[in-house]
């Protein structure tokens, strides 16, 4: 295309597009430029983070910016929570980053076949605290968990983490969870793909594409949250901790398994499993 039809069909004399083009991009758009990649990845990692998190993220990074300008940059880009509207969670359901490969069907040959993932939130008078576990559907145990004050997508990455570590699975096996933006993080994918195992996801908003994760969580309402009034997050993460090691994996004997507990269950019916 001849600069001088593109320059009319523009509205711009040829004289300032030459001007502009030998005189190049100001030190301000490259660097404003380098932001904006830097503070697409913190987003990409944590799509919940808004711009106040992203510029603390991106201050630990060594970038010497200021609040303003990570909001401006972020606001010219596109980079918003998926989390909109004070008290709702309407953005943190995005599209799938992988397709349902258990449509319903809750059931493995043997261990570290199928985990499923949720996470689950209980106020304290400290404030909220947040459950993310994993459940291996052969004996219904508890792999992996990880409980902190903030629901970010290191929260996923650090009970998926937990979990890899107990059990070393195979490559192949599948794990399970819904659309909540901490599992379509890619610092959660990242740790999918570098051990080999497959992700799969239900539908938006349908509790029974996870219900077995989901009876998990009833019974940690049931026996921990609604027991008592929590002073502080540490006094609630004890009693999880106790009650998902001592409680459910090693004395809570369950109907569906034979009356045998989740460990006795796998020692049982597959001697080779890890105990511990």
Not at 8 to 33: E, F, N, P, S
Not at 175 to 191: I, L, N, P, Y
Request: aromatic share 8%.
């Amino acid at each position: 295309m001849p600069v001088a039809v593109t320059c009319r069909v523009l509205g711009i004399t040829k004289q300032g597009y030459h001007r502009w083009v030998a005189a190049g991009v100001c030190q301000r758009d490259w660097d404003d430029a380098h932001l904006a990649n830097a503070a697409m990845d913190v987003h990409a990692d944590d799509p919940e983070f808004g711009y106040r998190l992203i510029a603390d993220e991106l201050e630990r990074d060594g970038f010497d910016v200021s609040e303003r300008r990570v909001w401006r940059v972020c606001s010219i880009n596109g980079i918003r929570s998926v989390i909109t509207g004070k008290g709702k969670r309407k953005g943190s359901w995005g599209p799938p980053t992988a397709t349902d490969k258990v449509r319903r069907d809750f059931t493995a040959d043997g261990p570290n076949q199928l985990w499923l993932t949720d996470i689950t939130e209980h106020w304290t008078r400290e404030g909220k605290l947040y459950l993310c576990a994993l459940k291996d559907v052969f004996s219904n145990r508890i792999v992996g968990y990880s409980i902190d004050s903030r629901m970010k997508a290191s929260l996923a990455v650090a009970a998926l983490t937990d979990a890899i570590n107990r059990r070393s699975p195979a490559p192949g096996l599948i794990v399970h969870s819904d659309r909540g933006s901490q599992f379509r993080a890619r610092k959660f994918r990242r740790v999918l793909d570098s051990n080999g195992l497959a992700q799969s996801m239900g539908a938006v908003g349908t509790c029974a594409d996870n219900a077995a994760m989901e009876s998990f969580f009833n019974l940690v309402q049931t026996n921990v949250l609604d027991r008592k009034k929590w002073t502080t997050r540490q006094e609630l993460r004890l009693a999880l901790v106790r009650w998902i090691n001592g409680t459910y994996n090693r004395r809570r004997r369950q109907r569906a398994l034979g009356k045998l507990t989740p460990l006795e269950y796998e020692i049982t019916y597959q001697p080779t499993a890890q105990a511990a």
